[in-house]
């Protein structure tokens, strides 16, 4: 069993990257595991590449049976060895998809080194230890400069954490005891301060082993869709093996002769070999896709929803807007001029080191302000009974905080609130904002206007789900004053104020009783109830464990609009599957035109038929089977990439797919059926 240790980070940040589909420490493999999986017991999992198998099986012992009788064929030989081809492929497409995935948890595995752990003991005494003999519930010591040896959840201290050796992202984060906002994973780094872990997972079971365990696994359920799409076309495989029977009984009241061999090459020409072979990569390439992005999915059925999804719940704090409120106006008192309020704001959040402090600094210093290089005062820290904070001075005492906390502290040193400064109050109220009452000694002189910023961008990228009909819903517990004007910001659809942690799950079971499907996001502990019932759960690595247990992806980037680009690849995937197929169906046609005037020559009825003029019976069949073989491992790179995406409406994407890959898989095939045919005729094949 693999040990949760950590990795070098310089490595790990290969795992973010695509690779190349020529890499050939994926093609070699990939090539070897195509010739075992021939296989009849693996085939069977696959109802139209076993049909293919066994029609090779049948026109080899052909061969082979002319062989023995001394009459030298080479048409079956040429037939069963590109029907043995399209197997090749088919598994081969495979193959690349899971091999892409275990490669890049290979790359993990690899990078893997050992780290020594400050295990605290009950007497409080520190023991260095290996992390291999950690367990779950194990106390350690984390200082600056150190690496984190396990996955755990901070229990003291905050710290600045490096997340780089997981989600390849330089910029660090915060990590702090008693919030959403304080799990932490193995083989991340310790930048400053100290932090006490309390390790979460036994050797073998950490998110990093699990993340390898989900990447290389082979094994995987079938999604809805895609068992769909295998019914759709084992009836056309079945609905062909008609048509050909058929075709003796035709055949036979014609007086015409037509050969087992060349009978089975239009069976397997005229089943949908193509996304036969391809659809099982296709899923496979979508998780892929999702791990390139840094989200882990937990099944493919998780990815295929997320391309169905109707309604985005989206949380307002940090998810919509940057989730500390900002300073963005300082509108001072009628008798106060402006470089007095900005300055008095700028000595009242000195020692203010919370956002929204650090923000009125910013806001004072971008204004014009002049920061002190030394205060000589008593600092005042906010605190839950006062709502408020400040300095006092030699020559002044300056407090700000709550207009409530502000206007008593007022009262009991006998001074007041101008009626202007409560009109600003009021208005800032009304907007959504958060109002911060300046005062210096007795007298109010001013107030700080807070605001929660919407992110930059995320209003476009929530115009561009509109755009494919799917539905934003905000939810929040802030008053519904300040959930509309975000809203109206953003650009929400609808938005549910004032909501606890059990209204998520409400809303989610609501809307999935219409039949929709729902996907949220959540970090949480409370978070875990919805994350669980939604169709789409994207859980946040730097959430806490039951989060990140609850939902079906794990975003290991814990970027909140990571739910979009999950939606994205989802869409990508069904649309790719869908071009495929549509690929592969028209294709047919072609193999019509080709075959069916070839088996009956000297029919007038099928004249009009050969339009290509093939050379003859044989190069004809022959040519269409070395297409259909051919055609696969030219689609293999499409399958694993993926059909290019563009925000669109269903009717739209059906157009799109109909008139690139269904009139492609029309033309298509007619040009290389008849250059492999000429080809061949000039090589003296056939």
């Given at each position: 069993m693999a040990v949760p240790t950590p990795i070098d980070h310089k490595e790990a940040r290969r795992i973010a990257r695509t690779r190349s589909l020529l890499d050939k420490t994926i093609l070699i493999p990939s090539l070897k595991l195509s010739v075992l999986r021939l296989n009849p017991r693996v085939q069977l999992r696959n109802p139209v590449m076993f049909v293919v198998e066994i029609g090779a099986i049948f026109v080899t012992l052909v061969f082979f049976a002319n062989l023995a009788a001394g009459r030298i064929f080479p048409f079956p030989a040429y037939i069963a060895l590109w029907l043995w081809f399209t197997i090749i492929f088919a598994n081969f497409a495979e193959a690349m998809a899971e091999g892409r995935g275990k490669a890049q948890a290979e790359t993990l595995r690899r990078a893997k080194i050992d780290t020594p752990a400050k295990l605290?003991?009950?007497?409080?005494?520190?023991?260095?230890?290996?992390?291999?003999?950690?367990?779950?519930?194990?106390?350690?010591?984390?200082?600056?400069?150190?690496?984190?040896?396990?996955?755990?959840?901070?229990?003291?201290?905050?710290?600045?954490?490096?997340?780089?050796?997981?989600?390849?992202?330089?910029?660090?984060?915060?990590?702090?005891?008693?919030?959403?906002?304080?799990?932490?994973?193995?083989?991340?780094?310790?930048?400053?301060?100290?932090?006490?872990?309390?390790?979460?997972?036994?050797?073998?079971?950490?998110?990093?082993?699990?993340?390898?365990?989900?990447?290389?696994?082979?094994?995987?359920?079938?999604?809805?869709?895609e068992i769909a799409l295998t019914v759709l076309i084992i009836g056309l495989t079945l609905l062909y093996l008609v048509v050909v029977v058929c075709l003796i009984a035709f055949a036979s009241y014609t007086g015409t002769t037509v050969s087992t061999v060349v009978l089975i090459s239009l069976l397997v020409c005229l089943i949908p070999t193509t996304i036969g072979g391809l659809l099982s990569a296709i899923g496979i390439a979508g998780m892929d896709r999702l791990l390139t992005r840094n989200?882990?999915?937990?099944?493919?059925?998780?990815?295929?929803?997320?391309?169905?999804?109707?309604?985005?719940?989206?949380?307002?704090?940090?998810?919509?807007?940057?989730?500390?409120?900002?300073?963005?106006?300082?509108?001072?008192?009628?008798?106060?001029?402006?470089?007095?309020?900005?300055?008095?704001?700028?000595?009242?959040?000195?020692?203010?080191?919370?956002?929204?402090?650090?923000?009125?600094?910013?806001?004072?210093?971008?204004?014009?302000?002049?920061?002190?290089?030394?205060?000589?005062?008593?600092?005042?820290?906010?605190?839950?009974?006062t709502c408020m904070s400040g300095i006092d001075l030699p020559e002044k005492k300056i407090r700000k905080g709550a207009p409530d906390a502000i206007t008593k502290y007022l009262k009991g040193q006998g001074g007041t609130v101008p009626s202007s400064l409560m009109d600003a109050v009021a208005r800032i109220c009304t907007q959504g904002g958060t109002p911060l009452l300046v005062a210096k000694d007795n007298q109010a002189i001013g107030v700080i206007h807070l605001k929660d910023i919407v992110k930059p961008g995320?209003?476009?990228?929530?115009?561009?789900?509109?755009?494919?009909?799917?539905?934003?819903?905000?939810?929040?517990?802030?008053?519904?004053?300040?959930?509309?004007?975000?809203?109206?910001?953003?650009?929400?659809?609808?938005?549910?104020?004032?909501?606890?942690?059990?209204?998520?799950?409400?809303?989610?079971?609501?809307?999935?009783?219409?039949?929709?499907?729902?996907?949220?996001?959540?970090?949480?502990?409370?978070?875990?109830?919805?994350?669980?019932?939604?169709?789409?759960?994207?859980a946040m690595n730097s959430g806490t464990d039951a989060a990140r247990e609850a939902g079906n992806m794990v975003d290991l980037d814990s970027s909140p609009t990571k739910l979009i680009d999950v939606i994205e690849t989802g869409k990508q995937l069904l649309v790719t599957r869908g071009a495929l197929t549509t690929f592969s169906i028209a294709n047919d046609v072609s193999k019509y035109f080709a075959i069916i005037p070839a088996m009956f020559p000297t029919l007038p009825i099928f004249h009009a038929m050969n339009i290509m003029r093939?050379?003859?019976?044989?190069?004809?069949?022959?040519?269409?089977?070395?297409?259909?073989?051919?055609?696969?491992?030219?689609?293999?790179?499409?399958?694993?990439?993926?059909?290019?995406?563009?925000?669109?409406?269903?009717?739209?994407?059906?157009?799109?797919?109909?008139?690139?890959?269904g009139l492609g898989g029309v033309i298509v095939p007619f040009i290389g059926i008849k250059a492999i045919d000429l080809l061949i005729t000039v090589l003296g094949l056939v």
């Amino acid at each position: 069993m693999a040990v949760p240790t950590p990795i070098d980070h310089k490595e790990a940040r290969r795992i973010a990257r695509t690779r190349s589909l020529l890499d050939k420490t994926i093609l070699i493999p990939s090539l070897k595991l195509s010739v075992l999986r021939l296989n009849p017991r693996v085939q069977l999992r696959n109802p139209v590449m076993f049909v293919v198998e066994i029609g090779a099986i049948f026109v080899t012992l052909v061969f082979f049976a002319n062989l023995a009788a001394g009459r030298i064929f080479p048409f079956p030989a040429y037939i069963a060895l590109w029907l043995w081809f399209t197997i090749i492929f088919a598994n081969f497409a495979e193959a690349m998809a899971e091999g892409r995935g275990k490669a890049q948890a290979e790359t993990l595995r690899r990078a893997k080194i050992d780290t020594p752990a400050k295990l605290i003991g009950e007497n409080g005494d520190i023991t260095v230890v290996k992390a291999t003999d950690l367990k779950k519930g194990d106390i350690l010591l984390v200082t600056a400069g150190e690496v984190i040896p396990a996955d755990g959840t901070v229990i003291e201290g905050v710290a600045s954490i490096d997340e780089s050796a997981i989600t390849g992202e330089s910029a660090p984060v915060i990590r702090e005891s008693g919030g959403d906002r304080s799990g932490v994973t193995g083989g991340t780094k310790v930048l400053s301060d100290s932090i006490r872990v309390r390790v979460s997972t036994n050797p073998g079971e950490s998110f990093l082993d699990r993340m390898v365990e989900l990447v290389e696994s082979a094994e995987r359920q079938k999604t809805p869709n895609e068992i769909a799409l295998t019914v759709l076309i084992i009836g056309l495989t079945l609905l062909y093996l008609v048509v050909v029977v058929c075709l003796i009984a035709f055949a036979s009241y014609t007086g015409t002769t037509v050969s087992t061999v060349v009978l089975i090459s239009l069976l397997v020409c005229l089943i949908p070999t193509t996304i036969g072979g391809l659809l099982s990569a296709i899923g496979i390439a979508g998780m892929d896709r999702l791990l390139t992005r840094n989200v882990v999915a937990k099944s493919g059925r998780a990815v295929e929803a997320a391309g169905d999804v109707d309604v985005i719940l989206l949380d307002k704090t940090g998810t919509i807007t940057l989730g500390n409120r900002q300073a963005v106006e300082f509108i001072p008192a009628q008798d106060v001029s402006t470089a007095e309020i900005r300055d008095i704001c700028l000595l009242s959040s000195l020692s203010d080191t919370t956002p929204e402090g650090r923000s009125i600094i910013e806001l004072a210093l971008a204004e014009g302000a002049v920061q002190p290089p030394t205060v000589c005062g008593t600092s005042i820290d906010f605190s839950a009974d006062t709502c408020m904070s400040g300095i006092d001075l030699p020559e002044k005492k300056i407090r700000k905080g709550a207009p409530d906390a502000i206007t008593k502290y007022l009262k009991g040193q006998g001074g007041t609130v101008p009626s202007s400064l409560m009109d600003a109050v009021a208005r800032i109220c009304t907007q959504g904002g958060t109002p911060l009452l300046v005062a210096k000694d007795n007298q109010a002189i001013g107030v700080i206007h807070l605001k929660d910023i919407v992110k930059p961008g995320i209003a476009d990228r929530l115009r561009v789900l509109k755009r494919v009909g799917i539905r934003t819903v905000m939810i929040t517990g802030d008053n519904p004053v300040t959930a509309k004007t975000i809203a109206d910001e953003a650009g929400i659809d609808e938005f549910v104020a004032e909501a606890k942690p059990e209204d998520k799950l409400t809303y989610i079971r609501k809307e999935q009783a219409k039949g929709q499907l729902v996907a949220m996001i959540g970090d949480g502990t409370n978070d875990a109830p919805a994350l669980a019932q939604a169709d789409v759960g994207l859980a946040m690595n730097s959430g806490t464990d039951a989060a990140r247990e609850a939902g079906n992806m794990v975003d290991l980037d814990s970027s909140p609009t990571k739910l979009i680009d999950v939606i994205e690849t989802g869409k990508q995937l069904l649309v790719t599957r869908g071009a495929l197929t549509t690929f592969s169906i028209a294709n047919d046609v072609s193999k019509y035109f080709a075959i069916i005037p070839a088996m009956f020559p000297t029919l007038p009825i099928f004249h009009a038929m050969n339009i290509m003029r093939l050379h003859s019976t044989q190069s004809a069949v022959l040519s269409a089977v070395i297409f259909n073989a051919i055609i696969i491992i030219l689609l293999i790179p499409l399958a694993l990439k993926g059909v290019a995406y563009r925000p669109a409406g269903a009717s739209n994407i059906l157009r799109r797919n109909a008139l690139i890959y269904g009139l492609g898989g029309v033309i298509v095939p007619f040009i290389g059926i008849k250059a492999i045919d000429l080809l061949i005729t000039v090589l003296g094949l056939v």
